[in-house]
Nanobody
């Protein structure tokens, strides 16, 4: 059974930091590109950051570049998102995504809420 379980969300003040984790199981984690997406109320889901299966390349949305860092530990089947200098506009539900680039398999977690507010 495929599972992606996000954790680490919560309430943080503007300028603060959070580290999200996504624990994967039920599939060969090291064969999948991993991404973080987010969805704010009333808005479409948007890509935050992605990382290749071996961790060699990363990609970020322009508004997150320099503030967020995606990483992965294939030995622990976990992907991380370090978020610094958080802004109220970063408030959203953050979702973990796994995608097999060759076969097209695509899995989603249930999300973790991040609220940036004073």
């Amino acid at each position: 059974q495929v599972q992606l379980v996000e954790s680490g969300g919560g309430l943080v003040q503007p300028g603060g930091s959070l580290r999200l984790s996504c624990a994967a199981s039920g599939f060969t984690f090291s064969g999948y590109a991993m991404s973080w997406y987010r969805q704010a109320p009333g808005k479409d889901r948007e890509l935050v950051a992605s990382i290749t299966s071996n961790g060699g390349r990363t990609n970020y949305a322009d508004s997150m570049q320099g503030r967020f860092t995606i990483s992965r530990d294939n030995a622990k089947n976990t992907v991380f998102l370090q978020m610094n200098s958080l802004k109220p506009d970063d408030t959203a539900v953050y979702y973990c995504n796994a995608r097999h680039l060759l076969y097209g398999f695509n899995y989603w977690g249930r999300g973790t809420q991040v609220t940036v507010s004073s």
